[in-house]
């Protein structure tokens, strides 16, 4: 039965340390749903209403362009092993970019892993955690090192030139903001 919360607590930041992968998923108003697995050392509590992580160059740039054009965001962590459970952060989530005012304070709390293209931060508007009975156990064998691997090969210049060519917009074609910030609101 779902049980929901309105801040993290000490179980949950446990649980949520102890999984080794978790998802994402973001929308646009009208287009393609965006559900992301993500691993490695990228995901940061920052209090009991906030939490962030550090987003590697990938060959799409969905979640930018999908808070940018309206904020939603929802983050799932799933128990695959021992206790089931499913953990979803609801929430309104925004891009901080290196050229951010943010970035430096942010950034500080991630490890150094090539290939940093932005941070996700997430305002927590609910939480729901459910039982998990369906989902199958898996034993944990360690994380991939392909991306930091082949974003170390490409240098810093050719990562730019590859985000230029494939991070600028969606793939139904909305802006994600990465190179230039979106226009102020008007009033």
């Not at 974003?151 to 793939?171: A, F, H, P, V």
């Amino acid at each position: 039965m779902a049980k929901f919360f309105t801040e993290l607590n000490d179980g949950l930041r446990q649980f949520i340390a102890s999984q080794h992968v978790f998802f994402n998923a973001s929308a646009p108003n009208e287009g393609r749903i965006n559900l992301s697995p993500k691993g490695l050392d990228t995901f940061r509590i920052l209090s009991d209403k906030q939490v962030a992580y550090l987003d590697l160059t990938g060959s799409e740039n969905e979640t930018a362009a999908h808070l940018a054009e309206n904020g939603r965001l929802t983050l799932m962590f799933c128990s695959f092993e021992d206790k089931p459970l499913i953990l979803r952060l609801y929430g309104k989530g925004r891009v901080v970019h290196p050229r951010d005012p943010q970035w430096q304070e942010l950034r500080a709390s991630f490890p150094t892993i090539p290939g940093e293209r932005q941070i996700i931060v997430m305002d927590i508007e609910s939480i729901m955690s459910t039982c998990g009975f369906a989902v199958p156990l898996y034993k944990y064998k360690g994380q991939r090192t392909l991306l930091p691997d082949w974003s170390s090969k490409m240098g810093e210049e050719r990562l730019e030139e590859y985000r230029t060519q494939r991070n600028l917009q969606s793939i139904d074609g909305l802006p994600t903001y990465l190179n230039d910030a979106p226009p102020e609101p008007a009033s």
